[in-house]
T-cell receptor, first 112, second 111 residues
Framework: DQQVKQNSPSLSVQEGRISILNCDYT??????FLWYKKYPAEGPTFLIS?????DKNEDGRFTVFLNKSAKHLSLHIVPSQPGDSAVYFC???????????FGQGTELSVKP | NAGVTQTPKFQVLKTGQSMTLQCAQD?????MYWYRQDPGMGLRLIYY???????DKGEVPNGYNVSRLNKREFSLRLESAAPSQTSVYFC??????????FGPGTRLTVL
């Protein structure tokens, strides 16, 4: 039972354009969501997060949107840069300090 | 401040061999985690330790054991390796309520 799903294995965008990465979840008890970025041969690094009491969180070029009624979150990167090329994982947790459930990941390629 | 370190970086085993993956963190975090990453499967939790002296099973614990040696170190042991355990293994520790810091990973191949 995949509770967190990233249905797009890959995404390709032009430098300077917007990248939109999507994530769906099934468990309405999730109360906190995170995005991680992973370069090849490195461990994932934390990027941005959002609490279930909010519908938007912004940090520089990165914005995460949460639609609780649709059980959907998305990560927007504007403008996209070649250095953003990586695998992006969304993750969710059910209670404070609880375990994280990860999606399958989406590989973003930003072309110059 | 090295963060989360893992050894070894690469390992090749034969079916039935045993080995221990080492993980250490110098951030004074209480919670530590072991994940495996497989193509198309994301990161799946094997075991975790909420604090020194405690360990609990995650999503895919079969075939593994763990030891929380002290607050800094959390090791993962494969007693009898199987080809299905070929994967990239990540250790992580948790800061605050949510974010986890990950090590660089161990790439394990079981022949």
């Amino acid at each position: 039972d995949q509770q967190v799903k990233q249905n797009s294995p890959s995404l390709s965008v032009q430098e300077g354009r917007i990248s939109i990465l999507n994530c769906d979840y099934t468990n309405s008890m999730f109360d906190y969501f995170l995005w991680y970025k992973k370069y090849p041969a490195e461990g994932p690094t934390f990027l941005i997060s959002i609490s279930s009491i909010k519908d938007k969180n912004e940090d520089g070029r990165f914005t995460v949107f949460l639609n609780k009624s649709a059980k959907h979150l998305s990560l927007h990167i504007v403008p996209s840069q070649p250095g953003d090329s990586a695998v992006y994982f969304c993750a969710a947790r059910r209670n404070q300090g609880g375990k994280l459930i990860f999606g399958q990941g989406t590989e973003l390629s930003v072309k110059p | 401040n090295a963060g989360v370190t893992q050894t070894p970086k690469f390992q090749v085993l034969k079916t039935g061999q045993s080995m221990t993956l080492q993980c250490a963190q110098d951030m004074n975090h209480n919670s530590m985690y072991w994940y495996r990453q497989d193509p198309g499967m994301g990161l799946r939790l094997i075991y975790y330790s909420a604090s020194e002296g405690t360990t609990d099973k995650g999503e895919v614990p079969n075939g593994y054991n763990v030891s929380r040696l002290n607050k800094r170190e959390f090791s993962l042991r494969l007693e009898s390796a199987a080809p299905s355990q070929t994967s990239v293994y990540f250790c992580a520790s948790r800061w605050g309520a949510n974010e986890q810091f990950f090590g660089p990973g161990t790439r394990l191949t079981v022949l």
